[in-house]
């Protein structure tokens, strides 16, 4: 997908209130296989897109940076990624394609965007290089994300 919109998340009164020290949202089996793309993240931004200035007024909270594998190119079954190992003692390195987790620092951006407010959106924008400057592509692929607040 080119543009990700959760659901509103519920926040809990300790977020709410500012009681936290630090906060992360945590992307689940990122697919790394394409293109190299950065995902731009704002939060309460329903209208982020590319060109959105990273700014936190603009409800920019961070990004994470996928350095992709640009396709496949090796004989078939080369790039099937195993679903688990077969044998639990198997010190052999995952896969090249297992899906990574990416974790970005929302922090500062969720204190903003959550004082006072009883639910929070999150927005991905999956953004390339362009010729005439950042362009959305569709690129972002993950299974699950996971707001996460610290005392």
């Known amino acids: 997908m080119e543009r990700f919109e959760s659901?509103?998340?519920?926040?809990?009164?300790?977020?709410?209130?500012?009681?936290?020290?630090?906060?992360?949202?945590?992307?689940?089996?990122?697919d790394h296989s394409g293109r190299s793309y950065e995902a731009l993240v704002f939060l309460n931004s329903p209208d982020?897109?590319?060109s959105a200035p990273r700014e936190?007024?603009?409800g920019f909270a961070g990004s994470f940076v996928i350095f992709g594998h640009g396709g496949c190119f090796g004989d078939e079954g080369h790039c099937h990624v195993p679903t688990h190992h077969?044998?639990?003692?198997?010190s052999r390195p995952l896969h090249a394609l297992t899906p990574q987790t990416k974790i970005v620092d929302v922090g500062e951006a969720l204190g903003r965007a959550a004082a006072g407010a009883e639910r929070l959106v999150v927005t991905a924008v999956a953004m390339v290089p362009g010729t005439e400057g950042p362009e959305t592509m569709d690129l972002l692929s993950f299974s699950s994300m996971r707001l996460v607040a610290y005392d």
Do not use: N, Q
Request: charge should be negative.
């Open 7 to 30: 659901a509103p998340l519920p926040l809990s009164p300790a977020v709410r209130e500012g009681r936290f020290s630090a906060a992360d949202l945590i992307f689940y089996d990122v």
């Open 86 to 90: 077969k044998d639990p003692f198997d």
């Open 56 to 58: 936190p007024e603009a």
């Open 48 to 50: 982020a897109s590319a």
